[in-house]
């Protein structure tokens, strides 16, 4: 019998791109859609790319209704709402794999510094910062998993090996990170708007994202030290992908097949994590609509800087992909399981 | 044991496409790439999407060694080299799918009207044009199938229901498409640079296009006699998709939803085929990535002008995707395995 | 000393679009600016585009105060705002180009069967249709111009020189439109957003469009009867630009140079209409920020068959800069001063 | 009577938007374009957004012809061809701005260490690095003026005021560049191709981009010593832009305010430099088609990392728009004549 899978805020970006794969997937089945907007709504009439796939109602939310229907929740709702949410099903016995910032803190005070009042900081320690690659054996028994931002995602994923071996300065780190515009999701906003964000880049929120101590808490952790970082991400105009520009300082002078190999040990077994052979870099076309993270590597062997690339699809790796590995891990499922959609690319 | 296939000219968009299929295909092993340029290069490296799921190397042609490792074959070539190729396999038992315009037509004058002298003219009798929606039976036994063109793919889906019940006038007909880029191609030309396209739209071969001659023969097969049709593609800045405006006119003054019901009833069974109900319109988005052809109606009931629009991945139901489906058909396949990819939308 | 132009509604695409032509207007200073929603801020505070060039800042509408600083008004606000806003301009004796729909129809009926009440129907005997090709006279001294929609703008340059001649069938004649995104404004609204947009086209409003019944009134007082036509819209993702495939049965069967002849005679006085040579044809790519309409002509000789393809920029010659080519006719400059810009390409 | 001007290598994109300004220049005269592709060929023929403007032929290089119908001279070939061609016009008296690498340099071990051998490199003594917000005194009297590349421009202009007053560590200065296709130029390679870098971005030739020397020379020369500098350029899908994120740390804690303060009076007098306000970021697509570099800047007063983002249009201020304004100071003319189109935008 196959798994019974809710969507909480059914009708985002990350939503639609949920469906996309749990559609595929083998071993559940989407019983329960919500939304405030659509409520009533078909979910094909708000996505007619699922038409022939699902016909399912967006409903309003009732956790009672939604705990009845299915066997495991996807949180795809604003943050604020998620810690209202989450601690609901969580008390109905559900696992959650939430998409808000809500459960991704170790430290309720790091969050209210940077979001808002924490109020259901007593379940952080019952979650799970969902980023596989890193913790996929605590996962495995999580309640709840606080799925990662994008563009943590991204950022974690370059950085790890190599803070982890204490091959990089963790002084005067920088993460310069370029979004396509669905990771602003759908909200009906003028920055947004085609013609606001058509042929322009820019920079926005320097210093200040609030992507930025998901990264520093998890770089922290592994460094066993406070790890500050500059952190400025930029929007250009595409549909999907963020490609992370890491530029590092190695402690010691390896050489580029060094850093290469230390890269390709690290992440020998993982499932979604790809690595360029020395004089390649990646594009986040290459991995459009997949769960892969493509990483590209370039020493300065004079000096040991060192520029690290990554590209992910912001609402696959970055985002539901991510979900759905994490649901997998949490459900015994094989790993790539829903997941082994090639990129599109061109 | 799976069927052994080949794809000779792999390098192109609708090679890389058909790879990405045909690498989720639980029946088919892709066992012979061949390229001219690429010959010596693993497949991976020449669309690094392709990372972790084939490492195949490009080879040059030779039919005898080709014929050695495959049981089916792909040819996306060009067409003069597929009429020269094609025969070839077909001589050694093998069975194709042609991606070119070579084996389209039922007269060879037609094609040498529009094209070149066709070489293998003796074999236009044994091939079938391979749009499934209407030559099904004949494709399942053919030797070789003619792919049809992406244009006509289009056109075709959303004219057949109504010039088989006689239900349009056949005067008249216009076919207005907008194309994305890829459907020109991966050859290197000033005029499929990015500058040259991007932010602009224009009309091209207006009554001179390539893909008149074959719409125009299928729709005169169903008519019974000859149907001509004015037909102008424009090339909109977007990767993949071709939007197809059809004007016409009702023969008697059906409503709406007589016409909605035609083209329900006829491709009721069809897997590919979707109807928006009425007030709905397609967009090319909503079916990229996918074999789907949708198709949105309207109909002045007051004098029977019809405005029907079809939307269809040009890559995909316009080529790769079909040519797939035709596969399945041609082995015995369920017809949409391998091509069960939903939509990537946004 | 120079004429002091306000801008009622400043702070949309045409708003913005108006001041880059004002400012570089060497007769005009522009001295007020109204916003509701941005009163108060400077100019270039809402759009950066501007800053060096003006200071002005924002206000709430005030009859009374623009009129005293003004001598002549754009009125670039929503249609019903326009009705209420321009006849007090009118009546304190300003003239007026108004961008909305509202001072475009001879017939109040005809527009009120499309829009809603007409509130000043009085003053439509008043208002000029602002399509110089077409009225240059009347507009010389008229005191309100209704200035004429984008698509509009397109189809009537391409159309009104055979009509004129009788040399097109007025029975059939199909309008079909590709527009950018920049034509639904600046409205913060889902489908406007760039994800929703981006990578993909489809039609809307078939046979509704409310540009329809504007077409048809001026194909018709030149026809000297009733001239209805088939018009679909697309959305494509771009910025800027319409390009509009006219679909024409000619009366005899002339040859293309003939038709050719006939376009560059009846337009070898106007400034902003540039005729293509055989065998090229426009791309709104070569007109984007300029006031031209490119035309490109095919003619099937043998049937009379004939498509004439027109591009302009939606936000110049499809409203802003045809605005201010009205403005020079009624205030006696020269029609091109201040839109002698060339086109940006690529 | 007006300068007579030649462009060699007109059929690139630095030569269409060469002729852009041009054409709207009242003091020149463009009487010579030469191309080896195109000779014999109308320049509106290529390039039909020139329609009504220039009817000029493309001709074969002729040195002595070219200098005959011209008094100044651009040279839009690529490096090599103009260490050939310049020296001639030199020669012959002429003045001349070059596009390309060939005379920015003026230690010619720096340009083959590069590019390739100096065959001209007795005249880099002579010849002055355009940048005008630098070198402007020297260039009024210059013979030869090697135009900067489009990513040195941006970088320059922000770093020079904080690298002249020593307010800025010179260790450690990273430039991360997002670029525009059309930085690329107009060649026909399968890099370029709309399906390749359209939803994709990619970082290319890390540590290895020929504009990294450019920047180090002339940031080595204000500083007096060597500055190496970390530089890596990105390929994102628009026309125009570029965008350039530069990673510093203050040598003293100086507030935000003090470092705005010191770029506003810096380019107070600059026609071209504008400064943001404390709180806002530029974007590429507010300087789009003018020659414009807009700056914004953020630091992090706790511990002086200071981010400052500057804005050009790489075939403007990046290129054709500077080589203007270098032959305004060159001949003495208003330095800003020609260049006052406004920004199109959106």
């Not at 609901?88 to 794999?97: A, D, H, I, N, T």
């Not at 992908?241 to 050489?255: F, M, Q």
């Not at 759905?324 to 090639?342: A, S």
Request: glycine share 8%; net charge neutral; proline share 6%.
């Amino acid at each position: 019998m196959k798994t019974r899978v809710g969507i909480i805020g059914a009708t985002g970006y990350t939503g639609v791109e949920l469906l996309r794969l749990l559609l595929r997937h083998p071993e559940v089945e989407v019983t329960a859609l919500t939304s405030q907007k659509y409520a009533g709504v078909p979910i094909d009439q708000v996505f007619p790319s699922l038409m022939n796939h699902l016909q399912v109602k967006c409903e309003e939310l009732s956790v009672d209704q939604i705990s009845k229907k299915t066997d495991f929740v996807f949180t795809a709702v604003p943050h604020k709402t998620a810690m209202e949410t989450v601690p609901l099903f969580y008390k109905g016995g559900k696992r959650v794999v939430d998409l808000s910032a809500d459960f991704r803190f170790k430290d309720a005070m790091v969050y209210e510094r940077w979001y808002q009042k924490h109020t259901s900081a007593d379940l952080l320690p019952e979650s799970v910062y969902g980023l596989p690659e890193l913790h996929r054996e605590k996962i495995r028994g999580a309640k709840i998993v606080g799925n990662p931002g994008c563009y943590p995602t991204g950022a974690l994923i370059g950085l790890i090996p190599l803070v982890q071996r204490e091959m990089i300065s963790l002084e005067g780190i920088i993460i310069d990170s370029k979004s396509g515009v669905s990771g602003a999701g759908r909200d009906v906003v003028l920055g947004s708007l085609f013609c606001e964000v058509n042929e322009g880049v820019k920079a926005y929120k320097i210093f200040e994202h609030r992507h930025l101590p998901e990264i520093e808490q998890e770089l922290s952790q592994q460094a066993g030290k406070k790890v500050p970082v500059t952190f400025v991400p930029h929007l250009i105009p595409m549909d999907r992908g963020i490609l992370t520009t890491l530029y590092l300082t190695l402690t010691k002078k390896w050489k580029t097949e060094e850093v290469l190999n230390t890269f390709q040990e690290h992440y020998q077994k993982e499932p979604f994590v790809r690595i360029y052979p020395k004089g390649k870099l990646p594009n986040t076309k290459e991995v459009r609509g997949s769960n892969y993270c493509d990483i590209g590597i370039k020493v300065n062997e004079a000096d040991g800087r060192t520029v690290i690339v990554t590209a992910i699809d912001n609402l696959v790796k970055g985002a539901s992909g991510e979900a759905v590995q994490n649901m997998n891990i949490m459900l015994g499922f094989p790993e790539t399981m829903g997941l082994e959609v090639l990129p599109l690319s061109p």
